[in-house]
């Protein structure tokens, strides 16, 4: 093991134990919150969110035209694979960066608009990321692991300690996995991840300040999401598993 896995390894570590606390009163006082905002929200407009999410999401993290990069040879160290994932989370919140303050500049109509275009843009990093880290994401499987890394990084405490369950046993995940995407649970995903950036992303939709804080709110969420993916797959690096791949389903 070289110094830089040692560093990394000791990082993975700190990382799990994070991931593994339990709500504090802020998450509690947070999540009471925000299940009461629920409760209010007619169920009819949940289930619209909730299908526009899983249309969005499914299209590009499981539309069977997403040509995902090739998987890097297993060879190569740790040292050299993260270089490239650092380059590539670069390259991506600079893409966010812009396409933030360009829609949150252009008003409140463009501005809703950033919401797919940042999503895709998330996604499509997790793509390249996985296959830096050696796994094909062509696979159901691993396009499923990057749906739970996304979930990861934009959930509460409380959701956090549930879908790292799912990463930590990645095994017996694998064998539980339903035949195909309907069976996955959409509904918490898009109640976590629409609760993670609500406050962000409404901001951007102010006059005047909107372009500042879509920068600024996509800068953050594509690094956040780039820095959890980057542990998600140091987990496996230093845990590896003999999962079986499969062939994505039909959507």
């Known amino acids: 093991m070289t110094d830089y896995d040692r560093h990394?390894?000791?990082?993975l570590r700190q990382w799990q134990q994070q991931m593994r606390?339990?709500?504090?009163l802020f998450d509690h006082l947070t999540r009471g919150i925000q299940t009461r905002v629920n409760r209010v929200i007619p169920e009819r407009i949940h289930v619209a969110i909730t299908a526009a999410i899983k249309a969005m999401v499914r299209g590009v993290l499981f539309g069977s035209e997403v040509v995902s990069a090739l998987p890097v040879s297993h060879t190569l160290s740790l040292a050299a694979r993260e270089m490239e994932v650092e380059?590539?989370?670069e390259r991506f919140r600079r893409l966010a960066t812009v396409e933030g303050a360009a829609t949150g500049a252009a008003g409140f109509v463009v501005g809703l608009a950033d919401f797919p275009l940042l999503l895709s843009l998330k996604l499509k990093m997790l793509f390249e990321i996985a296959a830096l880290y050696g796994h094909d994401a062509r696979t159901f499987q691993e396009r499923v692991y990057l749906l739970y890394?996304?979930?990861l990084a934009y959930s509460s405490q409380h959701g956090r300690n549930a879908v790292f369950r799912h990463l930590d046993d990645w095994p017996a995940?694998?064998?539980?996995l339903p035949p195909d995407v309907h069976g996955l649970d959409w509904r918490t995903f898009q109640q976590e991840y629409r609760d993670y950036i609500d406050l962000a992303k409404l901001a951007q939709l102010l006059p005047v300040v909107g372009a500042a804080v879509g920068a600024v709110a996509n800068y953050r969420l594509v690094n956040h999401l780039g820095r959890?993916?980057?542990?998600?797959?140091?987990?496996?690096?230093f845990t590896p598993t003999d999962a079986?791949?499969?062939p994505a389903p039909p959507l």
């Open 8 to 11: 990394a390894l000791i990082d």
């Open 21 to 24: 606390r339990p709500p504090g």
């Open 87 to 89: 380059r590539c989370i």
């Open 149 to 151: 890394v996304f979930q």
């Open 173 to 176: 995940t694998v064998a539980a």
């Open 228 to 237: 959890t993916a980057m542990m998600a797959y140091r987990l496996r690096y």
């Open 244 to 246: 079986v791949a499969v």
